[in-house]
């Protein structure tokens, strides 16, 4: 078999290879819901992809983890991980959600994104300003330079639909009022999340989940993985990051970010072939939660790659009993 072939099939497998990983991460996650601890719920999570992890066949570097080496004891940001493979780039955030599932609310999920090397923004743990809007929209039609107002009007222009169907999700912060107020203001509709914009911003690319357009700041890790769902499903993106101190300039410069102002777009930020994949940890519009079932769990899954553009639901259903050390510490 040629080798181009060869690496195809592996490519392939590999998606749903990956579903495995955030399976266990879910899995691991599930067992925290609503006890109020959400670093718990986040460290189960991160052990659980990390050690599922070993089992894939890829040579993965960490670009996008839960922070800098000194500060976290695994995923961290240059960790290597794999079986041995493809060399490809990993961005993972193991316990989206990290507060929602120690409250036990809507929308937690684990999810992870590969791509070709280099193919990440190497975005920094800081904010970054995020504006999204769903497929078949002209390029352009939405910009984090213009208003609040001028972009719901161009949106509802396009769509051929009024200010007031127009929805909109925002991350309920208080730093997002003056955003609200200008969407109120014009009569447009809101869905203000909790925590969760991965999901937020994937919900403009999902017709079923009446989201018309995502603005507001939110992690930039969580963008970068928006963006690799994106490049698989469609919808643009526009990503600014935001720093509150010279040091999380100067380290966002070190890590390759050299112009502070740049608006990022869904190819900036995922590039060449990209992978992306979620499990619920609890249930929301994207995904239903982890599920326990009285011998193991249910676990509902999404992977897609951005070469086909297939988007799969996957509902595992995990036997403890046969495999009670994939899922447990
Ligand atoms: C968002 C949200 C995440 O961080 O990115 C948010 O999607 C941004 O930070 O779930 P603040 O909470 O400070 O607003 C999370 O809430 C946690 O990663
Ligand atoms: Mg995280
Ligand atoms: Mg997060």
Same mark, same amino acid.
């Given at each position: 078999?040629?080798?181009?072939?060869?690496?195809?099939?592996?490519d392939?497998n590999?998606?749903?290879?990956?579903?495995?990983?955030?399976?266990?991460?879910?899995?691991? &996650?599930?067992?925290? $819901?609503?006890?109020?601890?959400?670093?718990?719920?986040?460290?189960?999570?991160?052990?659980?992809?990390?050690?599922?992890?070993?089992?894939?066949? /890829?040579?993965?570097?960490?670009? %996008?983890?839960?922070?800098?080496?000194? =500060?976290? !004891?695994?995923?961290y /940001?240059?960790?290597?991980?794999?079986?041995?493979?493809?060399?490809?780039? $990993?961005?993972?955030?193991?316990?989206?959600?990290?507060?929602?599932?120690a409250?036990?609310?809507p929308?937690?999920?684990a999810t992870?994104?590969?791509? =070709?090397?280099?193919?990440?923004?190497?975005?920094?743990?800081?904010?970054?300003?995020?504006?999204?809007?769903?497929?078949?929209? !002209?390029?352009?039609?939405?910009?984090?330079?213009?208003?609040?107002?001028?972009?719901?009007?161009? *949106?509802?222009? &396009?769509?051929?639909?009024?200010?007031?169907?127009?929805? @909109?999700?925002?991350?309920?912060?208080?730093?997002?009022?003056?955003? /609200?107020?200008?969407c109120?203001?014009?009569?447009?509709r /809101?869905?203000?999340?909790?925590?969760?914009?991965? &999901?937020?911003? $994937?919900?403009?690319?999902?017709?079923?989940?009446?989201?018309?357009?995502?603005?507001?700041s939110?992690?930039a890790?969580?963008?970068?993985?928006?963006?690799?769902?994106?490049?698989? %499903?469609?919808?643009?993106?526009?990503?600014? *990051?935001?720093? =509150?101190?010279?040091?999380?300039?100067?380290?966002?410069?070190?890590?390759?970010?050299?112009?502070p102002?740049?608006?990022?777009?869904v190819?900036?930020?995922?590039?060449?072939?990209?992978?992306?994949a979620?499990?619920?940890?609890?249930?929301?519009?994207m995904?239903?939660?982890?599920?326990?079932t009285?011998?193991?769990?249910?676990?509902?899954?999404? @992977?897609?790659?951005?070469?086909?553009?297939?988007?799969?639901?996957?509902?595992?259903?995990?036997?403890?009993?046969?495999? !009670?050390?994939?899922?447990?510490?």
């Amino acid at each position: 078999m040629a080798d181009a072939a060869i690496s195809k099939l592996v490519d392939r497998n590999l998606a749903l290879e990956l579903v495995r990983v955030t399976e266990a991460a879910a899995i691991a &996650a599930a067992r925290w $819901i609503g006890r109020g601890d959400k670093n718990a719920a986040d460290g189960a999570a991160v052990d659980a992809m990390r050690r599922a992890f070993d089992s894939v066949a /890829i040579t993965g570097t960490v670009v %996008i983890g839960e922070g800098e080496m000194d =500060e976290a !004891p695994m995923l961290y /940001i240059g960790e290597k991980i794999g079986l041995g493979g493809p060399v490809v780039d $990993i961005a993972v955030d193991p316990l989206e959600g990290t507060s929602i599932t120690a409250k036990g609310g809507p929308n937690a999920m684990a999810t992870l994104a590969l791509a =070709e090397e280099g193919g990440f923004l190497h975005a920094p743990d800081v904010y970054m300003d995020k504006i999204a809007v769903g497929p078949g929209l !002209p390029a352009g039609i939405v910009d984090l330079d213009a208003s609040v107002e001028e972009n719901l009007r161009e *949106l509802a222009r &396009a769509k051929k639909c009024e200010l007031s169907d127009l929805m @909109v999700c925002t991350l309920d912060r208080d730093r997002h009022k003056a955003i /609200i107020k200008a969407c109120r203001a014009v009569g447009a509709r /809101i869905t203000l999340i909790p925590d969760g914009d991965v &999901a937020g911003v $994937i919900a403009v690319s999902q017709p079923e989940a009446g989201i018309d357009i995502y603005l507001g700041s939110g992690g930039a890790p969580e963008g970068v993985l928006a963006a690799a769902a994106l490049r698989c %499903i469609g919808g643009q993106l526009q990503g600014r *990051l935001l720093f =509150e101190n010279e040091e999380q300039a100067a380290r966002a410069k070190e890590m390759g970010a050299t112009d502070p102002n740049r608006k990022y777009t869904v190819e900036d930020m995922a590039r060449g072939e990209v992978m992306f994949a979620a499990t619920g940890v609890t249930t929301g519009p994207m995904l239903r939660g982890v599920h326990r079932t009285y011998s193991g769990a249910i676990t509902h899954s999404m @992977v897609m790659r951005s070469k086909s553009g297939t988007v799969r639901y996957v509902e595992g259903h995990h036997n403890f009993e046969r495999k !009670p050390l994939a899922f447990r510490s």
